[in-house]
């Protein structure tokens, strides 16, 4: 989910204008799906092991393009910013899922349950559940470049929560679903992990590998990406339209679901990245590494979210919607904590040991492979 070839600093058309697009997928979702239903039923029906095949496809073209931008090589970086990482891996993976589960069952479960319908409560806790145990890959790269962030940190990350995600994402998500008394298909979950994640990552490995071993391969390897990008807006775009055709008649409906689904997300957004902030300040990582630090742990990786949710609960259920107002609120959400970051430097970097950004990123020289 992330534009192509673009300096340092900046967000292209899509990036900027992602909450645009998605008000518009929103109003031509409703008014197809009210205008053809059955349409969108018989693709809904269009499965594999509980999968829905048309949606598989739509994710593969969002994920890989997105994959083939990363150097998994660059893991080795890890080691440099120990700390960041740590601090990272610690909100994104012992913190922000079960936070998020907390926070569902306090305002969707409790606060709000009487202006929610009754049936898809736990739905909604399923889909929040999902949304915050999948911690984002490609809009961390727009985040980081925006705060100036250490950008061999930033790809080692993702690269690193990729990896944990095939292991963590299923187990993670089965234990809180457990607790909520929702049943979960343990096949279909870990077919979702490794349709969603391991598949397309060996694709965009295997394929990023031979596009640079040919003569001239990095410039081959950015015209690929370059073509791929408006593929990947497209799928995205469909998927989005798919799911509010079938959400729309609850929309419409129900409106007021929408904005208190995003209480407890907004709130789990400036938690996780406020929490990842001062734990990074208390280890004393650098403002450039703690930066993108905070924003990895607040962000979503909503492709993963979103397809799971329906491969799990089916088009029309609530943790579809819930992870699809994820969408709605998540950049100009962080884009406040991009904000934020940027403005309290000089007070993060008043702390004794604290490295100062002339010296941890001199150059802050963009690497070739971020988005």
């Keep these: ?38 349409v969108f039923q018989f693709v809904g029906r269009i499965e594999m092991a509980h999968i829905n095949l048309p949606v598989a496809v739509l994710v593969w073209l969002m994920i890989i393009p997105m994959l083939i931008k990363i150097d998994l090589k660059q893991l080795r970086g890890v080691r440099q910013h120990w700390r960041g990482v740590g601090v990272t891996l610690f909100v994104n993976w012992g913190v922000k899922p079960f936070s998020m589960a907390l926070l569902g069952w306090l305002f969707i479960g409790y606060l709000f349950r009487d202006y929610l319908p009754v049936e898809q409560i736990d739905s909604y806790i399923a889909g929040l559940v999902i949304l915050a145990a999948a911690p984002c890959t490609a809009m961390v790269f727009v985040w980081s470049n925006l705060m100036r962030g250490e950008p061999h940190f930033t790809l080692s990350q993702v690269a690193l929560n990729d990896v944990i995600m095939v292991f963590a994402f299923a187990p993670i998500v089965a234990l809180l679903l457990g607790l909520s008394a929702i049943i979960v298909p343990w096949d279909t979950l870990l077919l979702s992990v490794v349709l969603y994640i391991v598949i397309p990552l060996i694709i965009a490995s295997l394929w990023r590998r031979n596009l640079l071993n040919r003569d001239n391969g990095q410039a081959q390897l950015n015209q690929v990406i370059a073509r791929l990008g408006p593929m990947s807006l497209g799928a995205l775009l469909a998927t989005l339209i798919l799911l509010f055709g079938f959400q729309g008649k609850q929309i ?22 406020g929490l990842a902030y001062l734990l ?37 259920s609530g943790a579809a919607l819930a992870t699809v107002v994820g969408v709605l609120i998540e950049v100009p959400v962080m884009l406040v904590a991009v904000r934020v970051v940027n403005q309290s430097q000089g007070w993060y970097e008043r702390r004794a040991g604290i490295v100062p950004y002339s010296e941890c990123c001199p150059a802050a020289v963009p690497i070739n492979t971020r988005p």
């Excluded at 998605?22 to 799906?33: E, K, P």
């Excluded at 419409?252 to 990245?273: D, G, R």
């Excluded at 924003?295 to 088009?315: D, Q, R, Y």
């Design 1 to 38: 989910m992330s534009d192509n070839n673009k300096g340092s600093g900046e967000m292209g058309v899509f990036s900027r204008y992602l909450t645009v697009w998605v008000a518009l997928c929103i109003v031509v979702g409703i008014g197809l799906g009210q205008l053809f239903p059955n």
């Design 252 to 273: 419409i409906a129900e409106p007021l679901i929408i904005a208190l689904l995003a209480v407890p997300i907004l709130i789990q957004v400036f938690f996780n990245s």
């Design 280 to 316: 990074n300040r208390l280890m004393r990582s650098p403002h450039c590494v703690a930066g993108p630090s905070a924003l990895i742990g607040a962000s979503n990786f909503f492709e993963l979210a979103v397809a799971t949710a329906i491969a799990l609960f089916g088009f029309e």
